[in-house]
């Protein structure tokens, strides 16, 4: 992802819009972002994580509310950047308001996306846009913009937070994620399994001696079935034979009846043959002559109607032609004299013209005037400033030489930090070398706690570590000696009392369990010892005690020495430190070498840089006045140059309006106008209009009855044309019916009819002469089909005969065998259905079989995996490879931060530790590093976190944007930070920074300043 634009309005201090560009600062590679705290810095990150991702941490709820200014009612921002393989532009913007009326109502967020295609935004969803950068709002955070307080959040992230994190930036992590998968994949196993097994215990068991059973019947029945069908085919021939000849017969006999049907209707059909004749010579003869008769003398009729129409519409224009030439030749006088009223108008024209010009003339004269004050008063002006101005840089010039050297100051500075670092460290150790002597006295104190422990001790004088430790061995020495001696005794005791348990036990003539006698003529007689015997266990028993006890102390007292011997150590470590660096001090204040100043008053330093500030301050505000003035002088410059061109611009305007006057003046020339000088320019004014209406009307009235006489005279005319015309037709149709009678009569006497009359009553019984002559025709055809197949069927019965019961009988016969087929082809259906079930299970449970065995193999390996795929502890394995990767990328920087010093690694916990090689490569954890430390930790694995996520997006933006850390590192860490960040611009790396440390500003090639200002809120300036 990289920024090209962001506009800020009504959020948080933003009050104003504020635009920022962030192309030219890109293109420097690495820039930052400055100005003091509270002034709106973060807001810029925070803004485009809000466009974005629609979500701010530091405010949970409601924040519409508490995000927009409190003296704005609307929040708007824009944010246009590029993201995704092709770099793609994107514009991401939100926008809400506030209710007028209810101050703490602010409308809900109105989120718009849209992308840049061709030369047009077009909108899309903010998957798409969250999907070309390919992080979500948390990991873009932690990976590309981060703001305050979520820097180190990677580093100290706990194991499963890491990676689930892990998992969302690499998404080829979750193909290792293979738990759920492969549970569904034993689950359907599983039931494919069962369904297998159901399967074949739904098939069923398959004998082999019942498959060849139904083989053989299905052959037998084969055989008897191709009996029966030849029997049915020759009695089916036999039938079809015999259903013939009674066909025959039949249609014999329908055929003689149609033949006498027929004849019947011989004498009406030749009738109506006598009628169609006639009616036919009639139509041929009359039918033409006839109609055109009659169609003649409706047209005459029709002509002579319409005749008498026309000539009264003659009559009519006729009239109307007359009356309107006689109002045209008054109007045509009246056009012909209308020239008058137009040079009239001119006139007039003219006249108001020249006062015109007259009025403008005064006006440019008086503009002239005062132009020429104004430009003499400018002059005046800029001499004023200018004067001001060479002030000005006379006394910025002696501010600037009252400025102390800053970078002497700074390297004072400098000198001072490093001395009270060095003097905080020789404390440092001080403080430490104090408490490891109290961690001795204390150790000591412990060894004569442990002395007071013993009794044997208690009353000696306190004794060394050593001492009491070899008093404890001659002690434990003298008590093993006595327990030793004391357990022989006792053992001598116990046996003389087991001798007189024998001797009480022995009885006359009963064998003696030593020596097997019978006889006991003297048995022992010792006193009891069994009070000495009880008296001797338990003094072992305290001895041994008391070796124990002695035991625990020794034990004690080793880790005692041990602790007073690593304390011993850190003292002596201590010792050499502390004179390490009471010798770094001393040399450094050898350093010290600047007039003015002593190595133990830093204050009159903080004195000078405030002084310096002051002066800075006081400079800043004389070059602000300086540049105003230069702006002033600048501007008046310009304002004097447009004066001077808009006066020669006025001359010459003046000296046109005067040859308009003269060229005016002439073309009146025999125009009096005096009856008009007294008269207002409104009164000439409506003279004017009344001249040019009068004009006007003469002639539109001109042109309307001109026009209105030629549409007259054109129907006058064409009406005359129209009678004439259809009086010429009347006479031409009287003519042709004249003729039409004439052939009529001679018709007549060539026929049989004796008038018109009679032609018309027989053209009047209209015959449909195809229809009937069709009719005429079928019935001759139907007569003579009938008489030639009665005669074919003569021919084909000749010496045959029909017997109807024989034909049943035979019918029967077949019909009875047809039966039997049936029944034996369902019999073989069945018997094939079943030997093909049977051969389809049998093929069936051996697929299945097969199947399920693979199924069962594959069930117990899906087990075994998921026990090892249980919980996320093989995502959590190649996380790790993941994680030691970016350790290793990391490192590259890290190492190099801190001179070789430290080196990030990973524990088996996947946690981040640290290999301190200033402590002989010990290991500790990543929480125990300092601020500056952590810092640097975080930079490095944050740079290496993005170029991974940059080759995984495939992006050529490889953007880098920081809101914390530097006021927690020292000059020197802060040295090599930005030596690192700049070597990031070889990388085609775009690195910004947001600071309030003023000394960054130097290393900062391209460098956006925010200021929050009491009238405007937070303003953003550009450094050019």
Known sequence: MLPVKLTLEGIYSYRERQTIDFTRLTEARLFGIFGPVGSGKSTILEAMIYAIYGTIDRLNNDVKYNVMNLQSDRLFVDFEFRAGEDG????????????????????????????????????????????????????????????????QEFLMLRDKERTDMMMELFGELRRYDLGGRVAYLEGETTRRVIDLRGQLTGLGEV????????????????????????????????????????????????????????????????????????????????????SRHDETGRRLAESARVLSGYREQLTAKQAELTRFSGQFSQLKQAYEGRDVLKERAGQLERLLHLRAISKEQDELKERHRKGEEIVVATRREIEVLQEQLREQKERLEQLNQSIPDMKMLSDIR??????????????????????????????????????????????????????????????????????????????HLSTRQRLVDFARELSEGEPCPLCGALSHPAPLHVTEVEGELKE?????????????????????????????????????????QQAVVRERLREHLTRFAWEGFTPDNMQYLTDEMNRVALLNKEKGEREMVRGNTEKSIEQKRVNLEKYVARLDEISREIVQRDSQTGLLREQQAGFDGKEYEGLPDTEVGKELEGCRQRFDQVGLDYQRDAARLQVIEADFRKWEGSVEEKSKEVTRLQQELEEEVQELERLLKDSAYPDLAAVREVLAGKLDLPGVRGEINRYREQVHAVQVRKAELEVLLAGVSYNEEEHVALCQRVEAALVREREMLAEQGALGNQIKDMETRVAA???????????????????????????????????????????????????RMTRQRLKLELSEENDFVVRDFMNEGRVRSARTLSGGQVFQASLSLALALTDNIRHLTGSSQNFFFLDEGFGSLDRESLSVVFETLKSLRAENRVVGLISHVEEMQQEVPACLFVENTVERGSVVIIEN
């Open 207 to 290: 004998s082999g001696e019942q498959l060849a059973e139904r083989k053989q019947r299905y052959a037998a029945l084969q055989e008897e079935i191709a009996g029966v069908k030849k029997e049915i085919h020759e009695g089916q021939e036999q039938m079809e034979r015999g259903k013939k000849v009674k066909q025959l017969t039949d249609e014999r006999v329908a055929r003689q009846e149609e033949e006498r049907k027929l004849l019947e209707q011989r004498e009406a059909m030749a009738g109506l043959q006598a009628r169609m004749d006639e009616y036919e010579r009639c139509l041929q003869q009359f039918q033409q002559p006839l």
């Open 845 to 895: 449970r051996e697929k299945i079989g097969r199947e399920l065995e693979g199924l069962e193999l594959r069930l117990t390996n899906l087990q075994m995996l998921k026990g090892l795929f249980r919980g996320n502890d093989f995502v959590k394995f190649v996380s790790s490879i993941y994680l030691q990767n970016l350790c290793n990328a990391a490192n590259e920087r890290f190492y």
């Open 536 to 576: 001797k266990a338990d003094r072992v028993a305290g001895l041994e005690e008391e070796g124990k006890m002695l035991e625990r102390m020794m034990s004690r007292l080793a880790v005692i020495g041990e602790r007073l011997r690593s304390a011993g150590e850190r003292k002596e470590q201590i010792i050499r």
């Open 414 to 491: 400098e000198w001072y930090n490093i001395q009270q670092h060095l003097r905080e460290e020789l404390t440092r150790w001080q403080e430490e070398l104090a408490g490891v002597d109290k961690e001795i006295a204390r150790e000591e104190g412990e060894v004569r706690m442990v002395q007071e422990q013993y009794p044997a001790f208690g009353t000696l004088q306190a004794m060394t570590r050593e001492a009491l430790q070899e008093a404890c061995r001659e002690r434990q020495e003298q008590l093993a000696a006595t327990v030793q001696k004391m357990r022989e005794e006792w053992l």
């Open 88 to 151: 793609r532009l994107y514009r991401a913007t939100v926008e809400c308001r506030r209710n007028k009326k209810r101050f703490a109502d602010v409308s809900s967020p109105k989120y718009l996306y849209h992308v840049w295609e061709g030369d047009e935004w077009l909108p899309c969803m903010r998957e798409e846009v969250v999907g070309a950068i390919g992080l979500t709002a948390q990991n873009f955070k932690r990976v590309v913009i981060i703001p305050q307080g979520k820097f």
